[in-house]
């Protein structure tokens, strides 16, 4: 895969919370650049496709098919690491009005 960017929008294979199995999925680049760029890893947020339920620190994205998704969206505050490898696929990259509306609703769930 090519360089990956803070914002990039990507299909990603994530391992279930329960720690069995795993499944392709839309998620969120959120680590910087620089963090990319050293690192094994990207720290990435879920996206679902889910929008009847919205969670604390979830935002919808509002320019979905921009970023490359097929159905309206939604970015989770379910934040993981994921190593490089299991990346499959960019679809896009999220607008900066969505991100910065998603970074905010994160840093908010979290406590920052």
């Not at 680590?31 to 690192?39: F, I, K, P, W």
Request: hydrophobic fraction near 40%; proline fraction near 2%.
């Amino acid at each position: 895969m090519t360089k990956i960017k803070c914002g990039d929008v990507i299909l990603v294979e994530v391992v279930f919370s329960s720690g069995v199995g795993a499944k392709s999925r839309p998620a969120l680049v959120l680590s910087d650049n620089e963090y990319n760029r050293s690192r094994g890893e990207v720290i990435i947020s879920g996206i679902t496709s889910n929008t009847n339920r919205l969670h604390i620190g979830d935002t919808e994205i509002a320019d979905w098919e921009k970023a490359g998704l097929k159905l309206p969206s939604l970015a989770t505050a379910v934040i993981q690491t994921v190593k490089k490898d299991r990346i499959r696929k960019h679809l896009g990259q999220i607008e900066r009005t969505d991100f910065s509306l998603i970074e905010k609703n994160i840093a908010k769930a979290l406590g920052l």
